[in-house]
């Protein structure tokens, strides 16, 4: 299966060491982090890239290390992650994105969340993806809606306390139908 995904700014790639350091620095910065339960240390940071290459390696996908071409620079992370039983609506298959605070406002996560949804719809024939957020993350909900995906409901994060502000969230949907990429993987 296709392990690299790219359009004309964006190459979704697996993971390398090269990686490291800077993915470590956008998960400890709390304007990046804002919406997520903590920042992450450097050992959180590895561990979270070690579990997200070793989906890659099994299964041909999961999330994948974003790289902007021009720079040839880590700048995130993008892609599709199981969520078997943990909420409500499981069994689903999620979409997400965490990008660093200086590529933000320029298209990218979008560019990166409709080459992995056009990867989830034309190359695994998934019928539907599913996104969430915190509800006071309407940055993230922008870009859902950029993508053509529908308001579902709120919920509360199971993982989450009910002292957190982050526990209410929402949920985005698109099925294969509703899903036009006007991004080409190469």
């Not at 359009?7 to 490291?20: A, H, V």
């Not at 056009?118 to 695994?124: C, E, G, K, R």
Request: aromatic content about 10%; overall charge negative.
């Amino acid at each position: 299966m296709q392990n690299t995904l790219e359009s004309t700014r964006l190459i979704l790639r697996p993971w390398q060491e090269t990686d490291r350091l800077p993915f470590s620095q956008l998960n400890a910065d709390p304007a990046v982090m804002r919406y997520f339960p903590k920042c992450l240390s450097r050992a959180e940071s590895d561990l979270l890239i070690d579990k997200c290459q070793a989906l890659i390696e099994q299964r041909g996908w999961g999330f994948w290390a974003v790289e902007l071409k021009s720079e040839q620079r880590l700048i995130g992370m993008t892609g599709l992650h199981d969520q078997p039983n943990q909420f409500s609506f499981s069994p689903c298959t999620e979409i997400g994105w965490r990008l660093h605070k200086d590529y933000w406002g320029q298209g990218y996560a979008t560019e990166a969340a409709q080459l992995a949804l056009d990867f989830a719809f034309q190359t695994l024939n998934l019928k539907e993806v599913v996104a969430f957020t915190a509800s006071i993350n309407h940055p993230s909900q922008a870009v859902m809606k950029r993508l053509g995906m529908l308001y579902q409901q709120e919920f509360l994060h199971p993982a989450l306390s009910t002292d957190n502000i982050l526990q209410k969230h929402v949920l985005y949907c698109i099925d294969s139908s509703e899903f036009s990429s006007d991004v080409h993987i190469t």
